[in-house]
């Protein structure tokens, strides 16, 4: 069987974490945060890092930082991880969801305008597969109307809108190391601080309320309660980890492309039969994070999994639109969203991971076409 899914590992993780074993700061903000921290800041000229636990944890540390009051609203695309909305809902805000466009999952300022009130204080963008929202369209109305752009990032490691880096043009980004992701430590996260005004307060909010990251740099000589916090700062361990996989970022991103190019070079211009593949708009560039097609129909969606399957392969769905949901359906102001139940519907994802032989992708592709040319 070829698995959905196989999480990268360089080899080298376990050297680093028995260094940590034998060092003296194994909680967290040590050598290890600090190398990753100076690789993103460096390499994508973000203003401040701050690795988290989780994605999760890097959208709370977010909506935290939004400072939202009662009745505040936030919004987030509904064809989403239940994070992008609970982080907000966490701080009281009321979540309205946007549909997302016809062309991918993401949203658009055509979807935002009509929802936006004098209650608006933030919008939550996922760039959906690492490929980027129209960020230039929406940061100008948000601008215009003092609301606060969060970029959930989770997917974006090392892709950019128009040559700048995702993740760093929204005030604040959250980008995601789950196991699932390009580059990632089993759970992890990380936090991007791009608009000043948040600078001091994030890293308080990281170190549980405190300013200790101050005392550490020799700033104060004591340090103490300043402001609400949690635990959002992972422990060297998992700091080591994911270094070792920064060191490899360009072989792992230069395999997954290969191997997203190879499906693309034998699918695209040659389905038939209703499948569709996504669109990547000209300002965005292509991290091969994930490999998806549509399917016309959830019942043809459902026959292609079990056909893929009895084929030796594990292909999958992705999210349930979070408008849809048990715990959100009745607090949802009844709207239909219908692009966002197109793609909890028909959206497949095709295996994708730095082991899959470019043969294993040609065979997986030859099974997509060897499908559409039967139904
Ligand atoms: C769009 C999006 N946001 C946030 C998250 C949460 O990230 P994590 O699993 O690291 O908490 C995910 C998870 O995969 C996601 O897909």
């Not at 230069?254 to 708009?281: F, H």
Request: proline fraction near 3%; aromatic fraction near 12%.
């Amino acid at each position: 069987m070829i698995p959905f899914n196989k999480p990268y590992c360089s080899g080298r993780e376990l050297k680093y974490m028995e260094q940590v074993c034998h060092s003296t700061t194994m909680s967290g903000n040590g050598d290890f945060t600090k190398k990753c921290h100076a690789f993103f800041e460096e390499k994508y000229g973000f203003k401040k890092v701050l690795l988290c636990t989780s994605g999760t944890d890097a959208l709370e540390m977010c909506a935290m930082l939004c400072d939202l009051k009662p009745g505040d609203e936030v919004i987030v695309p509904s064809y989403t991880f239940v994070s992008t909305a609970i982080a907000f809902l966490r701080e009281g805000a009321k979540v309205v969801f946007a549909d997302s466009g016809s062309q991918n999952p993401n949203i658009t300022l055509d979807a935002i305008r009509p929802l936006v009130t004098e209650r608006t204080r933030v919008i939550a963008v996922v760039h959906y597969a690492g490929v980027a929202c129209d960020m230039d369209a929406i940061m100008q109305f948000a601008d215009e109307r003092g609301i606060l752009v969060v970029e959930d990032a989770a997917h974006s490691i090392d892709a950019s809108y128009k040559g700048r880096p995702l993740g760093g043009i929204g005030h604040l980004g959250a980008f995601s190391f789950h196991e699932t992701k390009n580059i990632n430590c089993g759970e992890g996260g990380m936090l991007v601080v791009n608009d000043e005004r948040f600078l001091r307060r994030a890293e308080i909010i990281w170190e549980k309320g405190t300013n200790r990251a101050e005392f550490y740099r020799g700033m104060v000589n004591k340090y103490g309660w300043c402001d609400m916090g949690s635990s959002f700062l992972p422990s060297e361990f998992n700091a080591a980890y994911l270094w070792a996989q920064l060191e490899q970022m360009e072989d792992i991103q230069e395999k997954r492309l290969a191997i997203w190019n190879t499906y693309d070079s034998i699918l695209r211009g040659n389905l038939k039969n209703g499948m569709v593949l996504p669109v990547l708009p000209d300002f965005a560039t292509n991290n091969a994070h994930i490999y998806y097609l549509l399917c016309p129909s959830l019942e043809y969606r459902t026959a292609f999994l079990k056909y893929l399957k009895e084929n030796g392969v594990v292909a999958t769905f992705h999210y349930l639109a979070l408008h849809n949901s048990v715990y959100y359906r009745d607090r949802h102001d009844g709207r239909a969203l219908p692009n966002c139940d197109r793609y909890e519907n028909c959206l497949v994802r095709l295996p994708l991971y730095y082991e899959l032989s470019l043969e294993e992708a040609e065979s997986i592709a030859r099974l997509v076409l060897a499908f559409d040319g039967q139904s």
